[in-house]
């Protein structure tokens, strides 16, 4: 009787955390809401003029949380990062820029929602900002901006693949390595 | 035997038999859609093999059910995992995919078997032929690579 017991406790905690587990994501919603509703407002006068001003922004202060070791600041300046994006309005483009553009953005939302929602894990993050930054560099290519931009490059990020990263300072601080070697790349050359 | 020992029991039975209940849905398709990612590139049989074994119950339109994975509560962790898996990976679907996509998800196979992120280790657990060995981990690597 008593192994019945167990058993049947056993199988009943583990119907109770599993609808547990199943509750969790709907409740996660309405924060998302409220979120997208503020950035939408805040955001209305810079994406007037197809400036990228806000969502380089965001990916600089990402970028430098990651050079300094910070998953959490990252975590939060990318969830920024997200917003502007989805704000960002192409009027200017050609249809074929457009379509170019559009792709880059679904692609740039999905790696900045990853580096969000893994808040304890830099070593994933720094995984998505390696095609993050590509991203980033095609979207400078086709849109423009008036900022002065870098692109640099460190032989040893990416699994010693090496990966390039997209900056507004004309030295190296690098966000693969992170504290661990800052320093480690070299700048390519401005991105126009 | 107290009472209300009994009740608890009870309850539990009751609990786990009415749990069979909750419907979930079957992931199965008849026909291979020309967007399979065996339509877009050519795989060598060996790396095939391993992604079906290992990646396809939770990454493409067909999934291969074991018995249990029919009874709740675990065809509701299968269900979820499923609906998860496919929306950040669709193997079925992998032709639909614009090139960056493509780019970004085969860079996210390479990293996600490196780091021994996939196959999930809760679906290992149950189904252990899906465990990769290191030289299946190198053969996904090298065909990626070489893409």
Redesign the interface.
Same mark, same amino acid.
């Given at each position: /009787?008593k192994k %019945? /017991?167990t058993v049947? /406790?056993a #199988?009943?905690f583990? %119907?109770l955390t599993?609808?547990a #587990?199943?509750d969790s994501t709907p409740t996660e919603k309405p924060t998302e809401t409220t979120e997208q509703v503020n950035s939408s407002t805040q955001t209305e006068e810079v994406t007037k003029k197809d400036n990228l001003s806000s969502i380089l922004n965001s990916y600089f202060e990402m970028s430098e949380n990651l050079t300094n070791d910070s998953a959490a600041d990252a975590a939060k300046s990318s969830e920024k990062l997200s917003n502007a994006l989805k704000d960002f309005q192409g009027d200017q483009l050609s249809n074929k820029e457009y379509k170019e553009v559009d792709?880059?953005m679904?692609?740039s939302i999905? =790696?900045a929602g990853h580096i969000t929602e893994n808040a304890g894990d830099i =070593?994933?993050q720094r995984?998505h900002l %390696?095609?993050l930054s590509l991203?980033i560099k095609d979207l400078i290519e086709i849109v423009g901006t008036d900022q002065k931009v870098y692109e640099a490059y460190c032989p040893m990020a990416n699994?010693n693949k090496g990966a390039i990263w997209v900056t507004n300072k004309n030295e190296v601080n690098n966000p693969f390595m992170g504290q661990s070697m800052p320093k480690c790349g070299k700048i390519n050359g401005e991105i126009k | $035997?107290k009472s209300y &020992?009994k009740w608890i &029991?009870y309850s539990?039975?009751i609990? +786990?038999v009415g &749990?069979q209940f909750i419907p979930t849905s079957i992931n199965q398709q008849e026909i291979t859609p020309y967007t399979d990612i065996r339509k877009v590139y050519t795989i060598p049989d060996n790396v095939l093999t391993i992604l079906e074994v290992s990646c396809f119950d939770c990454h493409s339109n067909n999934t291969n059910y074991p018995f249990y994975s029919r009874i709740?509560?675990m065809a $509701? +962790?299968m269900d !979820?995992h499923v609906r998860e898996g496919k929306e950040e990976l669709n193997f079925s679907e992998f032709g639909d995919y614009? *090139?960056? !996509?493509k780019?970004?998800k085969l860079?996210?196979i390479q990293?996600q078997v !490196? *780091?021994g992120e996939m196959p999930l280790s809760s679906y290992t657990l149950m189904h252990n032929d899906a465990k990769l060995t290191a030289n299946e981990k190198k053969l996904i690597e090298e065909w990626i690579t070489n893409l």
């Open positions: /009787m %019945v /017991m049947l /406790m #199988g009943g583990f %119907v599993s609808c #587990g199943s792709e880059i679904n692609s999905e =790696h =070593h994933h995984e %390696v095609l991203d699994n | $035997m &020992i &029991i539990l039975l609990v +786990l &749990i709740q509560p $509701m +962790l !979820k614009s *090139d960056r !996509k780019r970004n860079f996210s990293n !490196k *780091d």
